[in-house]
């Protein structure tokens, strides 16, 4: 027969954390994070414990290099040319930093002393040594094509012939090579959105203002190139009146851009900033139209995970130990940015968006009794903190502008947790999902969803602008000429393909 006392110690024991140490000095501030669920305590600075969280396989207590090893940031790790040892730091200088200008085009080297860690370090970055985005050189005829797919055969052969260039130039297993909705079905996608600019214009500010459409990150200049030839072609009145903008941090795709706009015949029309738009200074006071396209999906993310017994959030940092191996910690004492977060969230999002602490207290306290050995913090949430700084910039430099933000809204085989990323590589031309961002630098593209209800939420509480959030589907339905994607059998690859993507407008 069990023994009373055995089973008590045996529950405190499946109880236990699994490594704490205390932080002295405490600032507690407590706050209601969801108006639906239990209240959380957002805490800036706090007397607490860091932890090393509890999993099924036994692990080092590294906590005694926890508390010897630096702290760095992105700044500090750009100009490495070798990957750091002996250090930690906060998880969205782990994966990303202030780079947004290969944000959707990761196809050219970046300037030195730009880049941070994971993507973007020049060095040993995944961006600036491995990535290359997929591009044709005429439109795929899909009226010629018999159905999907033949389409998805097409495809398949044209991605073999453009990788086989590559080799033939330079042999790269580790090739990270993919495809955009803008490039894969150019110039009808970049069309569409055209349209949709060029009839709200119309509407509100021709022929009393420009049309000045700034782009975030614009690649080898095929959605530019598209928006111009359109609008050339098809309303010259506004034509005359249209500037195009592009921020724009590598000179090397700057000179690309420039090269296309040439040859398109739109150099009058082209200015292109050589900056992060996280460094921007200047104050725009003209209308405008602001492209972030496929950019959202690389921002900086912060790891929250939670306390399920006292729901105190804590925030993750990763420990890079002397053999180069990574190893999560999680402590009360929040960051101002993500602390911020959390606080604006907890005040302006609309309840039912996904959350750690969505399931009953009891239910939680259920099954860390009964399940040995369960993890002593609840899953990850993924904040994206560095959204509020793009918010910020548009609110002080860009007060008239006019929003335009696709992402995915979703993504497949992603990592454990709320809003996590997809993260994988690619070798001998198959792409490989991996289970943790915490992987080597450089060989790596971490991808995250965007949850557009909070997103929308949290951009019109910033800017006090009025947004529309719909399907990218439905919206290539209301801009889009779809005879001109459709197949013989009336198949539509650009409506079917990318269901799992978004966007936000706003006015």
């Known amino acids: 027969m069990d023994s009373p006392l055995l089973s008590s110690l ?76 002996r250090v930690k730091m906060l998880v969205r200088d782990f994966i990303d930093g202030r780079v947004l200008s290969l944000l959707k085009h990761r196809t050219r080297e970046p300037e030195i002393g730009e880049f941070p860690y994971s993507l973007y370090n020049p060095n040993y970055g995944f961006f600036s040594k491995f ?9 795929f005829a899909f009226n010629l094509i018999r159905d999907e797919n033949e389409f998805q055969r097409i495809l398949g052969e044209r991605y073999t012939c453009f990788e086989d260039k590559l080799d033939e130039v330079e042999m790269n297993p580790v090739r990270q090579l993919w495809h955009t909705p803008t490039e894969l079905f150019k110039p009808y996608y970049g069309e569409a959105i055209a349209r949709y600019l060029v009839e709200n214009y119309k509407l509100t500010l021709f022929p009393y203002s420009d049309l000045i459409i700034y782009e975030m990150g614009a690649g080898n200049g095929t959605m530019m190139s598209n928006v111009l030839d359109y609008i050339r072609d098809t309303e010259p009145d506004v034509y005359q009146r249209t500037k195009y903008r592009v921020i724009e941090i590598s000179e090397s795709l700057a000179k690309v851009q420039r090269e296309k706009a040439a040859a398109g015949g739109h150099s009058e029309k082209i200015v292109i900033v050589n900056k992060s738009i996280f460094d921007w200074d200047t104050y725009v006071s003209d209308p405008c139209f602001f492209l972030a396209l496929e950019v959202l999906d690389n921002f900086a993310h912060d790891v929250i995970r939670y306390d399920p017994q006292t729901e105190q959030p804590l925030q993750g940092i990763v420990l890079i130990d002397a053999a180069g191996d990574f190893t999560e910690f999680y402590t009360p004492k929040l960051d101002p940015t993500a602390e911020r977060y959390l606080r604006i969230r907890q005040k302006i999002a609309r309840p039912g968006y996904n959350h750690p602490l969505k399931r009953p207290k009891l239910i939680r306290r259920l099954r860390d009794q009964l399940i040995p050995f369960s993890e002593n913090l609840t899953i990850p949430e993924y904040i994206p903190t560095k959204m509020l700084g793009f918010f910020d910039i548009l609110r002080e430099h860009f007060p008239a502008h006019r929003l335009v933000v696709s992402d995915f809204h979703a993504l497949p085989d992603a990592v454990k947790g709320i809003n996590a990323p997809v993260v994988q590589t690619r070798y001998n031309r198959t792409s490989i999902p991996v289970t943790t961002p915490f992987v080597q630098q450089g060989l790596f593209d971490i991808l995250f969803p965007t949850d557009f209800g909070v997103m929308n939420d949290l951009y019109k509480a910033m800017t006090g602008k009025l947004t529309r959030v719909m399907r990218q589907e439905d919206f290539l339905r209301s801009w889009a000429y779809l005879e001109e994607t459709e197949t013989i059998n009336g198949d539509n690859p650009m409506l079917n393909w990318y269901k799992n993507a978004s966007i936000l407008s706003s006015v």
């Open 131 to 139: 990535a290359v985005i997929f591009s044709t050189e005429k439109p």
């Open 10 to 85: 045996l529950r405190s024991f499946f109880r236990r954390r699994a490594c704490a140490r205390p932080i002295n000095g405490s600032i507690r501030r407590n706050y209601s994070l969801l108006p639906k669920f239990p209240l959380p305590k957002i805490t800036a600075d706090t007397s607490g414990e860091t932890w090393q969280p509890r999993t099924a396989f036994l692990q080092k207590d590294r906590t005694g290099e926890f508390e010897k090893y630096p702290m760095v940031d992105a700044r500090g790790l750009a100009r490495r040319k070798e990957r750091p040892k």
